[in-house]
């Protein structure tokens, strides 16, 4: 089976502009989750997505969206990007919630200038 | 705010040591608690997890610790190989009541010395 699949790895973007990034789950999973991930901050959830309904949402202003399309890919986007957003996004997938063995992807690297 | 607290923020210890990184919640319910592992370039992955019920488990080298009145569980890595030097993230699954959202550590770095 073909792991979590994220596009693009690298990205490199200027402020105020906006980006999109995707994710493709393990087949058959339909949970999504979404996270942060920056040297000093660990692993920051941005949220979860289930039959494309967002379940949960961590506690990120509403420039970080997402959604979930009904072949359980995702996809998230961040508007009028800023310097602090640079950082790994890694996406996540899981059978159904409850989240345990969540199959994480390689991450997007995502650069602001 | 749920807030999982990890312990150290790095750690380096020679071959064949023992490797201890401790967690500690706060005054929540949660009912799974995984340990990740993430290489350098990689996602993170699923090492070992337990559920509150359990106070101990074991798996190969890796063992964690769980202690629910202290509220804190700790990953032990016995004989401690350069091929662990990696992030570790303890993790805590939250109730029924707040939709089980996963809340994660900080992370530790371990570095395995030769």
């Known amino acids: 089976k073909a792991g979590v699949t994220q596009t693009p790895r690298y990205l490199i973007k200027t402020r105020g502009q906006q980006v999109t990034l995707s994710c493709s789950p393990i087949?058959?999973?339909?949970?999504v989750s979404w996270y942060q991930q920056t040297p000093g901050q660990g692993l920051q959830f941005l949220f979860e997505?289930?039959?494309?309904?967002?379940?949960n949402k961590g506690n990120f202003p509403g420039r970080f969206s997402g959604r979930q399309f009904s072949n359980s890919r995702s996809e998230m986007n961040v508007s009028t990007l800023e310097l602090g957003d640079s950082a790994l996004y890694l996406c996540?997938?899981?059978?159904?919630?409850?989240?345990?063995?969540?199959?994480f992807g390689p991450g997007t690297r995502l650069l602001v200038l | 705010q749920q807030q999982v607290k990890q312990s150290p923020q790095s750690l380096i210890v020679q071959k064949g040591g023992i490797s201890i990184i401790n967690c500690a919640y706060e005054?929540?319910?949660?009912?799974?608690f995984p340990w990740y592992q993430q290489f350098p370039g990689k996602g993170p992955a699923l090492l070992i997890a337990i559920r509150p019920d359990v106070s101990e488990k074991k798996e190969g080298r890796f063992t964690i610790s769980f202690n629910k009145s202290a509220k804190q569980f700790s990953l032990h890595i016995m004989d401690s190989q350069p091929g662990d030097s990696a992030t570790y993230f303890c993790a805590a699954r939250g109730t029924r009541d707040s939709n089980y959202q996963l809340i994660w550590g900080a992370g530790t770095k371990l570095i395995i010395k030769p």
């Open positions: 997505y289930f039959s494309e309904t967002q379940r």
């Open positions: 005054n929540t319910a949660f009912d799974y």
């Open positions: 087949s058959g999973h339909r949970s």
């Open positions: 996540a997938s899981s059978l159904v919630p409850p989240p345990e063995t969540q199959y």
